[in-house]
């Protein structure tokens, strides 16, 4: 099950990223986590940056809506996402996985 909490109109939610995969997509869930694979090296901020760009795209927000809270140089980050409801967090998971 995914783990999120909403704060002041926006969704936290973990995102579990793997990096150097062959296409950038939903991988489903991971420990409470969203899993995002992305075709980018975790070099220079690439991953990081990819990821906002990707889950900006995907949920239709501007980049400046995705925002990553912790976990910059791990895998397991905590990404606030502003404008966002719950369920198109969860839908990610039906339409992209």
């Not at 980049?63 to 404008?83: C, P």
Request: charged fraction near 30%.
């Amino acid at each position: 099950m995914l783990e999120m909490q909403e704060k002041n109109g926006a969704v936290i939610v973990g995102v579990r990223v793997q990096p150097r995969a062959s296409r950038n997509e939903i991988a489903g869930e991971w420990e409470g986590a969203l899993r995002v694979r992305l075709q980018v090296p975790p070099v220079d901020d690439r991953a990081n940056e990819a990821l906002i760009e990707f889950l900006a795209r995907i949920l239709k927000i501007s980049r400046s809506a995705v925002r990553i809270l912790s976990g910059e140089r791990s895998r397991t980050k905590r990404v606030e996402l502003s404008g966002v409801m719950p369920q198109q967090v969860v839908a990610l998971l039906v339409h992209e996985a």
